[in-house]
T-cell receptor
């Protein structure tokens, strides 16, 4: 139980385009989901907390207009990287909270050319 | 501060025990977690311990918590090559605006030599 999926698992896009990443809780409902960014050989950096039916809470230094988060249902949160640039290339991981524990998706590798 | 610190590397031989250490700073943390990340993959929850516990054992995994020293360790018995991965320690913040969020260490890369 407590499986979280992400789609796509990897994406390559051109600079200036927008990319949407989906995070789904497959066998449970999650009122709270989290989006993280992981740089090579570094820990996870929390970008934002996504709450179903309300606006996401962004961490300091994360541009909310650049990283759009939508949590429209209890099983789906999306992260849209708008006008992506090469510096946005990273590994993006989502997690969903279930019974006081966070379960993580497999991650999405974004490469911006 | 809210740093969670871990040593970055650990190398052991197959069959030996591995001990990965972690220190945290938030004394109000309610849960402490160990996650495993294999190359190119997300994080897999290995185990967790509630802050009022001293020890938790789950098959080859033993978690020890010293709340006084804010020290957490993960022992893997009979380490196998499949255990090679990065192990993240995380604490769940107990209070404040980020209550419930996880604070991660930088991860310990475990290399298991045959």
């Amino acid at each position: 139980g407590a499986v979280v999926s992400q789609h796509p698992s990897w994406v390559i896009c051109k600079s200036g385009t927008s990319v949407k990443i989906e995070c789904r809780s497959l066998d449970f409902q999650a009122t709270t989901m989290f989006w993280y960014r992981q740089f090579p050989k570094q820990s996870l950096m929390l970008m934002a907390t996504s709450n179903e039916g309300s606006k996401a809470t962004y961490e300091q230094g994360v541009e909310k207009d650049k990283f759009l988060i939508n949590h429209a249902s209890l099983t789906l949160s999306t992260l849209t990287v708008t006008s992506a640039h090469p510096e946005d290339s990273s590994f993006y991981i989502c997690s969903a909270r279930y019974q006081d524990t966070q379960y993580f998706g497999p991650g999405t590798r974004l490469t911006v050319l | 501060g809210e740093d969670v610190e871990q040593s970055l590397f650990l190398s052991v031989r197959e069959g030996d025990s591995s001990v990965i250490n972690c220190t945290y700073t938030d004394s109000s943390s309610t849960y402490l977690y160990w996650y495993k990340q294999e190359p190119g993959a997300g994080l897999q929850l290995l185990t967790y311990i509630f802050s009022n516990m001293d020890m938790k054992q789950d098959q080859r995994l033993t978690v020890l918590l010293n709340k006084k020293d804010k020290h957490l360790s993960l022992r893997i018995a009979d380490t196998q090559t499949g255990d090679s991965a990065i192990y993240f320690c995380a604490e769940k913040k107990g209070y404040g605006g980020s209550q419930g969020n996880l604070i991660f260490g930088k991860g310990t890369k475990l290399s298991v030599k045959p």
